[in-house]
Nanobody, 114 residues
Framework: QVQLVESGGGLVQPGGSLRLSCAASGSIFSFYAMGWYRQTPGKQRELVATIGSGGGSINYADSVKGRFTVSRDFDKNTMYLQMNSLRPEDTARYYC???????WGQGTQVTVSS
């Protein structure tokens, strides 16, 4: 089983950037396709980006395409989400998970506000 810990969130102004990290424990990190999700209070969790087990097969939600970049470092057992040109509507709690998702971690809060 892979355990995941998200970090890197914070408060940023519109147009700014953040890089989220998802550190995975367990020796089978490379076996799983993975994804970044986000959720705001009262709304369903949204799948934002996915990346295949080998680092390919990358897909993005239309709302973040061209602004967010997902990647993974197999040496560090870590997945990243580089978020540029952030907008207030990107404000949410961001989670990482394997695909299909297992248990959820604490996530990391991203707030985009002036």
């Amino acid at each position: 089983q892979v355990q995941l810990v998200e970090s890197g969130g914070g408060l940023v102004q519109p147009g700014g950037s953040l890089r989220l990290s998802c550190a995975a424990s367990g020796s089978i990190f490379s076996f799983y396709a993975m994804g970044w999700y986000r959720q705001t209070p009262g709304k369903q969790r949204e799948l934002v980006a996915t990346i295949g087990s080998g680092g390919g097969s990358i897909n993005y939600a239309d709302s973040v395409k061209g602004r967010f970049t997902v990647s993974r470092d197999f040496d560090k057992n870590t997945m990243y989400l580089q978020m540029n040109s952030l907008r207030p509507e990107d404000t949410a709690r961001y989670y990482c998970n394997v695909l299909p998702p297992g248990s959820w971690g604490q996530g990391t809060q991203v707030t985009v506000s002036s």
